[in-house]
């Protein structure tokens, strides 16, 4: 039947974290991820919902048929190459939000790992961003892109050749930065103090918001954290020992870890992964900040 408007606004209500973090990884831009969203929300206010049988599928299918047009368009247009733009996640949307935070969750996935996707056909990047970074089928993927499901492959498997032989965009590869963030996890539980060291790059940075500062001081197994360290002798310091709740999880799309007692996620752990180790890391810990993070636990 067809769903009502209001139903269908909550439902892409639920829905908005996750569709902006697939725009965002298409469009390099959150300011561009924003704008892709609310227009595809306008395409999905408008149409027929009858006999849709996966409708968080159907939501990432119209977002990414906007940020194709908008890729298509942009290429066109011959704009200004990423590079000369402000690296994406520090945009003036909104001059009470802490710039440091957003310039952390913009390098989750990297600024290399944005660049080699800028070089990448339209059709190419969005192939590859839905089926390497969001496990979406082919199959789903042929339509949006206009090609054979055959095709669709080709195209994903053509862009992931040109990102793998860029070594700037290695440390954003889906597989080695869990394959860094569980090494971490690993070490940090065991206590195994030289292994944290070697994981950390040597002028790492832990950021931590003040929520995360206060309960750190009384949980038993959490990392005692200020509201800054620098250097990895004081941050595997930090970490040694601890983190024994703590859970993989992708976070925006990249590798990280989360506190989720009973399935909720309570504070989150953002890394940045440059040179294949861990050079800075924040922990989440503000409820409304959680809320604003797109959490899939691993």
Do not use: D, N, T, V
């Given at each position: 039947m067809q769903h009502d408007h209001g139903w269908l606004a909550e439902?892409?209500?639920d829905k908005r974290r996750h569709?902006?973090?697939v725009a965002y990884r298409m469009?390099?831009?959150r300011a561009e991820a924003d704008d892709a969203v609310q227009d595809a929300w306008l395409r999905m206010s408008g149409a027929e919902t009858r006999g849709v049988e996966n409708l968080g599928g159907w939501m990432t299918t119209i977002v990414a048929r906007v940020c194709l047009d908008v890729l298509r368009s942009r290429k066109s247009r011959r704009e200004e190459p990423l590079e000369t733009r402000a690296p994406a996640g520090i945009e003036d949307r909104d001059a009470a939000i802490n710039p440091e935070h957003e310039a952390l969750l913009g390098d989750a996935i990297g600024l290399a790992m944005l660049l080699v996707l800028d070089t990448l056909d339209p059709a190419e990047r969005v192939a590859f961003v839905l089926h390497d970074m969001f496990d979406v089928p082919f199959a789903d993927i042929?339509?949006?892109v206009g090609r054979s499901?055959?095709?669709a492959r080709q195209l994903?498997?053509?862009a992931r050749r040109r990102v793998q032989s860029s070594p700037e965009a290695s440390d954003a590869d889906p597989?080695?930065?869990r394959e860094v963030v569980a090494a971490f996890l690993a070490a940090s539980r065991s206590g195994n103090f030289d292994a944290l060291l070697s994981l950390l790059d040597p002028d790492v940075v832990l950021r931590a918001d003040r929520a995360a500062v206060l309960a750190s001081a009384g949980r038993q197994g959490a990392p005692a954290v200020a509201e800054e360290l620098r250097g990895a002798a004081a941050v595997a310091h930090a970490f040694s020992g601890r983190a024994r709740g703590a859970q993989a999880a992708l976070i925006d799309g990249a590798a990280g870890a989360v506190?989720?007692?009973g399935g909720q996620p309570r504070a989150a752990f953002i890394f940045t992964i440059a040179g294949g180790r861990i050079a800075g890391i924040e922990i989440v810990f503000e409820p409304e900040r959680i809320l604003e993070l797109d959490i899939a636990i691993e």
């Open positions: 439902r892409f209500e569709l902006h973090a469009l390099g831009s042929a339509p949006i499901e055959m095709a994903a498997s053509r597989s080695r930065q506190w989720a007692p």
